[in-house]
């Protein structure tokens, strides 16, 4: 969708086309700015909305309207810098975090964990600062971790359950990424993972490939996160073609399928226990799983 300035008639325009009589699914295109932006409409308008959620995967129940709300960057930030007065980084840290997972009903509880926020937050400080529309900073008189301290909260736990499924991805795929020399002095890996978390693992291999050019190719999402000097960018994909391996990638994975073979203890092989902390799903990627490939 179409990022742009946000201003009044266009809040006007969608509040126009919200029918009072009917509980709104607001319909974005899935992005973390996109769904930030519906949660600022839903706060401007004082709309019924009962759903925030993927254009693609908008499914009205009866008696809903659907309205199309393009992603704003001006509203996203404007949201941001609230959550942050209100709960903290961490709050903010825990949305961006949960964005990133493939549950469908993400938007909504994103959407519930920033009202909670916003109402249980005390902003009585902020009200009169004149930095208050520039500070993403929270105030002195709030706890940072006053929102989410509140576990069991039927707003935060969601929240919270899904943070904890992106870092536990995250941290997968920190392990079981496997790169290949292809020509053109590129290295590049495929990966499968079950979060969108490309865009949160690039700055840990930016580090330790700060000399060298690298692509990770995210073939369930179809994102690739392109890497050189240090410097990174993510572009959509729907198909890639990398290039040929290199000359000496063959010799180099065979010689890292029998250290691999070497460390195997046979009289411990324990397969249940493997494929807990090897899911299978990403064997496919794995060499030392790929005999002769």
């Not at 960018?233 to 073609?241: C, F, G, P, Y």
């Amino acid at each position: 969708m179409k990022t742009l300035s946000f201003p009044a008639e266009e809040v006007e325009r969608i509040a126009t086309a919200i029918d009072p009589r009917s509980s709104v699914v607001l319909a974005c295109d899935g992005t973390l700015e996109g769904i930030l932006t519906c949660v600022f409409v839903a706060f401007a308008t004082q709309a019924d909305v009962q759903d925030i959620c993927d254009g693609s995967r908008v499914q009205p129940r009866i008696g809903q309207s659907v309205v199309a709300v393009p992603t704003s960057m001006e509203a996203a930030t404007r949201v941001q810098r609230g959550l942050v007065r209100t709960g903290g980084k961490a709050s903010w840290y825990a949305v961006m975090a949960a964005s990133a997972c493939d549950d469908p009903d993400v938007g909504n509880h994103i959407h519930r964990f920033v009202r909670y926020a916003f109402s249980s937050g005390d902003t009585s400080a902020c009200s009169t600062c004149s930095q208050k529309k520039t500070c993403a900073q929270p105030c002195e008189r709030i706890k940072p971790d006053r929102v989410l301290s509140q576990l069991t909260h039927p707003y935060v736990s969601p929240v919270l359950r899904m943070r904890k499924r992106v870092v536990n991805e995250m941290e997968k795929m920190r392990q079981f990424i496997r790169f290949q020399h292809v020509e053109g002095d590129l290295w590049f890996a495929k990966c499968n993972p079950s979060c969108s978390v490309v865009p949160f693992i690039m700055n840990h291999f930016g580090q330790r490939f700060n000399t060298q050019r690298f692509a990770i190719y995210d073939e369930v999402h179809h994102i690739v996160g392109v890497s050189e000097q240090g410097a990174w960018q993510l572009v959509s994909t729907d198909e890639i073609a990398p290039p040929p391996i290199a000359d000496d990638e063959a010799a180099m994975q065979d010689a890292w399928r029998c250290f691999y073979d070497a460390l195997t203890i046979d009289a411990r092989y324990n397969p249940e226990l493997r494929r807990h902390f090897m899911p299978m799903r990403l064997w496919k990627n794995l060499p030392e799983l790929v005999p002769g490939r």
